[in-house]
């Protein structure tokens, strides 16, 4: 067995429906299993303490959540063309993992939403790259051949799905919904391959 974590923050919804087609093209991949969490607000005071299982949606992710998995799709709504705090700070709390080098030659992709059209995708994207380069990951992006890149007049580059999101957009486009079970299914084949090769 596979399995992908798709990891993500999502204020309003727009960023798990996302995670939620990812974890659709991971588990199109026979043998994969896509685990879908997400990670607590944060208080600009103090440390909030949350219940341990929210309200809505799946379940907080744990630091051991993240070291067990095979792969990774990791999603952030942009923030300033950057990614959200809430999911800076799970990350800022993986010093052990990479202590460990429990995530080097593991595949990870990232995925963002943002309100506006030239609102930070890319640089988003790219900044949720960064620890993973730093963990060791092997970045798996969206080729050029995938056409709903070409095709898109929403959200969609190279570095990993993004969706336009806000009142005209309340739901994925097409491409957009096209993009996500591609990288969910790359990342399913990346990381069964990975695996079989003891990267």
């Given at each position: 067995m596979t399995e992908i974590l798709v990891l993500?923050?999502?204020r309003y919804g727009a960023t798990a429906r996302m995670a939620d087609m990812i974890a659709r093209g991971v588990e199109s991949v026979e043998?994969?299993?896509?685990?879908v969490r997400t990670v607590p607000e944060v208080s600009p005071v103090c440390k909030?303490?949350?219940d341990?299982?929210?309200e809505n949606g799946p379940p907080y992710a744990t630091v051991e959540d993240l070291a067990r998995c095979d792969g990774l799709a990791l999603g952030s709504p942009t923030h300033f063309g950057n990614m959200a705090a809430p999911l800076k700070y799970f990350i800022d709390q993986t010093s052990s993992i990479w202590f460990s080098g429990g995530l080097a030659g593991k595949p990870a992709g990232v995925f963002t939403t943002t309100s506006s059209m030239h609102g930070g995708h890319e640089t988003t994207l790219i900044s949720m790259m960064m620890?993973?380069?730093h963990h060791g990951m092997v970045i798996v992006?969206?080729?050029s051949q995938e056409t709903a890149l070409l095709e898109t007049r929403t959200g969609g580059t190279p570095y990993g799905p993004s969706h336009l999101?806000?009142?005209d957009n309340p739901t994925l486009s097409e491409e957009e919904k096209r993009l996500c079970l591609c990288l969910g299914l790359r990342l399913a084949?990346?990381?069964a391959a990975l695996k079989e090769a003891q990267i």
């Amino acid at each position: 067995m596979t399995e992908i974590l798709v990891l993500y923050y999502s204020r309003y919804g727009a960023t798990a429906r996302m995670a939620d087609m990812i974890a659709r093209g991971v588990e199109s991949v026979e043998g994969a299993v896509a685990k879908v969490r997400t990670v607590p607000e944060v208080s600009p005071v103090c440390k909030a303490v949350e219940d341990v299982i929210p309200e809505n949606g799946p379940p907080y992710a744990t630091v051991e959540d993240l070291a067990r998995c095979d792969g990774l799709a990791l999603g952030s709504p942009t923030h300033f063309g950057n990614m959200a705090a809430p999911l800076k700070y799970f990350i800022d709390q993986t010093s052990s993992i990479w202590f460990s080098g429990g995530l080097a030659g593991k595949p990870a992709g990232v995925f963002t939403t943002t309100s506006s059209m030239h609102g930070g995708h890319e640089t988003t994207l790219i900044s949720m790259m960064m620890p993973l380069l730093h963990h060791g990951m092997v970045i798996v992006g969206i080729p050029s051949q995938e056409t709903a890149l070409l095709e898109t007049r929403t959200g969609g580059t190279p570095y990993g799905p993004s969706h336009l999101s806000g009142e005209d957009n309340p739901t994925l486009s097409e491409e957009e919904k096209r993009l996500c079970l591609c990288l969910g299914l790359r990342l399913a084949k990346a990381a069964a391959a990975l695996k079989e090769a003891q990267i």
